[in-house]
């Protein structure tokens, strides 16, 4: 069965403190790994796909990045407005078509 | 573009009566997607139709859960007897074709069973 564990479940900075978010993953044949943002009140909205090991992609302050095993969404000088809660999720050969299994999320608080 | 578009925004009702929500996914999107989402299980996948098609229903909690899409702008999830642990934000999402595309999520329909 497909897992998806993200931490940590909280994460407080203060603005600028750069850190990073965890996602570890159990799938069989990984076909995509995919980030997501969540403001209260809101759908989670797209932020990254990530298809392979060693594969990166760079938003603004985000920078994702994927192993054979997790990912990690880096969070570089971040500002009050990066406060969200942050999804990952996956879609395997487990999965019919693109469907996606989620983690979680961490939710981020940022403070000036 | 408008998004996709989900109604009603808030949903209150009583234990046993039947709840439809409504969603109106992005023109040229052939995929979407049923999420539920609570604090205790994340989101969850509870049904996904592909041209208009049902492909994986694996995710309806039980026979009280039923999903429709009678043609390509629209779908809907019914509940029907609700019960109070019905009770969640239900996401409705569409995407293009291919893997790449990230999926569009509505704003949802929070639904409170009482």
């Known amino acids: 069965e497909d897992q998806v564990t993200q931490s940590p479940e909280a994460l407080r900075l203060q603005e600028g403190e750069s850190s990073s978010l965890n996602c570890s993953y159990t799938?069989?044949?990984?076909?995509?790994l995919f980030w997501y943002r969540q403001d209260p009140g809101k759908g989670p909205e797209f932020l990254f796909t990530?298809?392979?090991a060693g594969e990166e992609k760079e938003k603004e302050r985000l920078k994702a990045t994927l192993t054979k095993k997790e990912s990690f969404l880096h969070i570089t000088a971040p500002k009050p407005e990066d406060s969200a809660t942050y999804l990952c999720?996956?879609?395997?050969?487990?999965?019919?078509?693109?469907?996606?299994?989620f983690g979680k999320g961490t939710t981020l608080s940022v403070s000036s | 573009d408008a998004g996709v578009i989900q109604s009603p925004r808030h949903e209150v009702t009583e234990m046993g009566q039947e709840v439809t929500l409504r969603c109106k996914p992005i023109?040229?999107?052939?995929?979407l997607f049923w999420y539920r989402q609570t604090m205790m299980r994340g989101l969850e996948l509870l049904i996904y139709?592909?041209?208009?098609?049902?492909?994986?229903d694996s995710g309806m909690p039980e026979d009280r859960f039923s999903a429709k899409m009678p043609n390509a702008s629209f779908s809907t999830l019914k509940i029907q007897p609700s019960e109070p642990r019905d009770s969640a934000v239900y996401f409705c999402?569409?995407?293009?074709?291919?893997?790449?595309?990230?999926?569009?999520f509505g704003s949802g329909t929070r639904l409170t069973v009482v």
């Open positions: 023109s040229g999107h052939d995929y």
């Open positions: 799938v069989s044949g990984l076909r995509g």
């Open positions: 990530l298809y392979s």
């Open positions: 999402a569409s995407s293009p074709p291919g893997r790449r595309y990230g999926y569009t």
């Open positions: 139709f592909n041209n208009n098609v049902p492909i994986d």
């Open positions: 999720a996956v879609n395997s050969a487990n999965q019919a078509g693109t469907a996606l299994i």
